[in-house]
């Protein structure tokens, strides 16, 4: 089974306009959908798709988190999340009929330290002795950002419970919450070329705004990082990103090498993604397909890793599918979801290079 955890949690809303948004007039709504949303969330739905027992939890409150574990339910995911008296958040997303999607994120009603201690404890109880008890925890994924009211330290200590529960820990979060949660070394880490790009920064631009300002331990050394920027720079504006595969390579060794993270994995989009690993680098590219709704790929993307980690698949094996996967949710309308038989196909089109 698979730990997810969503502290940012959403009621994520899908507003279909029939006709293009003009300027001071009333909007129709021709249909709408409502989803349990955030990051993690995402990332449960594609643990589920891929047919391996998943059990999410984090933080959700008022009506609105009722109403997002009465959908998790719906779809036959049990779930055990920390109620707050925090509001879950909505997020909307308007599209026309044009295609055009316009996004507005609602931003987290704070919480406080007593829902932080509550969901520590109930974390770590979950790691060592899971509700469904005929299965045991094989990984855990953090998911998102952090709602307001929590350090940026959070993930870092979450990072340190699972370590002494001897389970695996995939990390997918930016910012502060990314460069905080670094020194506590996690399993995997899914940077795209502008969060690897922050990643290499010098030490005084580290810390997180707003809350704990802790510089993390074993920031790139003076001198090196503009040269790493600066190679950044030269792969974001390649026209062919397989000509600096060497690069990015060596990008990833650095980061993996210097927080002691065994699985660094690059998300290069529509390019496919890099994996090192023990000194090795493995690189997957899709075939090209008709995007339908990219939105949740980099969420499907973990899902599938955090799978191949429960069920102890190679890294090229694990990449693999974690590709398919992530080009399949772009095939449909619906975020973090897949159909089986787009990811098969295209797992069998996924192209894999070894460095």
Known sequence: MILTVTLNASIDKRYQLSGAITDYEVQRVS???????GKGINCTRAIAALGEAVFPT??????NGDYLCSLLSKDGIANDFVHTTAETRSCINVLDATGAST???EPSEPIDSGDLDAFAEKYERLLKHPADASHKIEAVTLNGSLPQGAPCSFYRELIRIAHDANVPVLLDTSGGALLQALPASPTFIKPNLDELEVLLQDAHQRACPGANQEVPQGACQ?????????TVQIIKQAKDIQEHLADISALAASVSEKYRIPYVAISLGKDGALLYHDER???ACPPKIDAVNPVGSGDTMVGAFAVGFARGFSPDTMLISAIAAASANCLTDKTGSFE???YRRIKDRVSLTML
Do not use: I, K, M, R
């Not at 984090?58 to 009506?63: A, C, E, I, P």
């Not at 003076?222 to 600066?230: D, L, T, V």
């Open 31 to 37: 249909d709408v959908t409502n989803t349990a949303g």
């Open 58 to 63: 984090g933080f959700v409150g008022g009506f």
């Open 103 to 105: 996004e507005f994120l």
């Open 222 to 230: 003076e001198g090196s990082q503009g040269a790493y920027q600066e």
């Open 281 to 283: 680098a493995y690189y």
């Open 340 to 342: 089986q038989a787009d």
